[in-house]
């Protein structure tokens, strides 16, 4: 009977992975789309909301911090985005060796040495931003979470994400300005609430379960998207929409769209569901930093043989796939290798 007992808690663990790993597989998309947006009107509106994308990457993060806790691998995991930060520079400053010295010269000015440094802005491709966020945010929540004062990280989320507005799409609004991205597209910013909107989602996560169905957050979902793409138009429509990333509607958006994967589940998941699980749970994060690379390959063979027209509707797609693909074969080749056994965290 105790087995009978802990084999539906243990089955119920499994799907709520394969929920998020399914998450994780489309935020990986819609990143795509947002370096390889569809076309037209319709494409700068799906951008609007494919924004969504990195802040649940964090609170995906931040959700599952108390069990790294309890396994005690925050030094782990701290090392292991220690690891991809620093080989994923490493490779986009090669890739900038094609486009000779002067364009190398000029990203090494004490200006982007302290952005990089301070504010995550990689000066070899702008999407890098991310895992310098999210090394950041993790070591800041190591120590204070070591310190017992996590509670101020909780009390400042409001007020970063305020900030976000601010100083990001209402700055037009607001002062008539907008500030360069790296101001908000940090771990500050960015980063630290989101992980922290995650760890308060488990925290809360019964209490969630109760008074949320999974109509409501259907419903729910469904509104922010639409209150997303007014918000935007309005912004476009009187010359205000500044060149950054979040609406109001999107953080709602966000959370809403994760808890109704963290409610949801069910039965024997179709093999589509599988298949997606498996790109999210092992190639999410592969995709999130070779993408860019893919789109620059393929853009040069689309000059080459034509097809532009065509090809912009199916970019997106296309660059997914063939992404996906090449991070399968990478990670093919390092387990046949027995890479993982000189670095340890891959």
Same mark, same amino acid.
């Given at each position: ?27 990986? +998309? ?37 069990? #790294? ?13 220690? +690891? ?9 400053f ?16 004490v ?19 991310y ?5 950041? #945010?993790?070591?800041?929540v ?9 509670k ?11 900030g ?7 700055? &037009?609004? &607001?002062f008539?300005?907008e ?13 630290i ?8 989602? +488990? ?5 969630i ?5 999974? #109509? ?6 469904? #509104? ?28 709602? &958006? ?52 034509? +097809?532009?027209?065509a090809?912009?509707?199916v ?7 063939f ?20 670095v340890?965290?891959?």
């Amino acid at each position: 009977m105790q087995k009978d007992k802990k084999a539906p808690e243990n089955e119920l663990k499994a799907k709520r992975k394969n929920n998020f790993d399914i998450l994780k597989c489309m935020c990986a +998309f819609l990143i795509v789309c947002i370096h390889a947006p569809f076309p037209g009107i319709f494409g700068e509106y799906f951008t609007a909301l494919t924004r969504i994308a990195v802040p649940i990457f964090f609170m995906i993060t931040g959700f599952f911090y108390k069990n #790294t806790v309890k396994r005690s691998r925050e030094v782990f995991q701290i090392k292991k985005i220690a +690891f991809l930060f620093v080989t994923s520079n490493v490779l986009y400053f090669l890739l900038m060796l094609n486009d000779g010295m002067e364009s190398i010269s000029s990203i090494f000015t004490v200006k982007s040495i302290l952005s990089f440094l301070f504010l995550n802005a990689s000066p070899f491709s702008d999407h890098l931003w991310y895992l310098g966020a999210i090394l950041y #945010t993790l070591i800041i929540v190591y120590i204070l979470n070591k310190a017992g004062k996590i509670k101020i990280l909780y009390i400042l989320t409001p007020l970063l994400l305020l900030g976000d507005l601010i100083l990001g799409k209402y700055s &037009l609004l &607001l002062f008539g300005n907008e500030f360069p991205y790296v101001f908000v597209r940090n771990f500050l910013f960015v980063g630290i609430p989101y992980f922290c909107i995650g760890m308060l989602i +488990f925290q809360y996560r019964d209490i969630i379960k109760r008074k949320l169905s999974k #109509t409501k957050l259907i419903i729910c979902t469904f #509104t922010f998207s639409v209150t997303t793409i007014l918000e935007r138009f309005i912004l476009e429509s009187n010359n205000l929409n500044a060149a950054r990333d979040h609406y109001i509607s999107t953080t709602f &958006l966000a959370v809403c769209l994760f808890i109704l994967f963290m409610i949801s589940f069910q039965g024997d998941i179709k093999f589509i569901n599988k298949l997606a699980a498996k790109i999210g749970r092992e190639y999410s994060t592969g995709i999130y930093i070779l993408h860019p690379l893919i789109i620059r390959i393929f853009n040069k063979l689309i000059n080459i043989i034509g +097809f532009e027209t065509a090809y912009a509707f199916v970019q997106p797609i296309i660059v997914f796939i063939f992404t996906t693909v090449a991070v399968a074969v990478i990670c093919f080749i390092i387990k046949k290798l027995n890479i993982k056994k000189w670095v340890r965290f891959l």
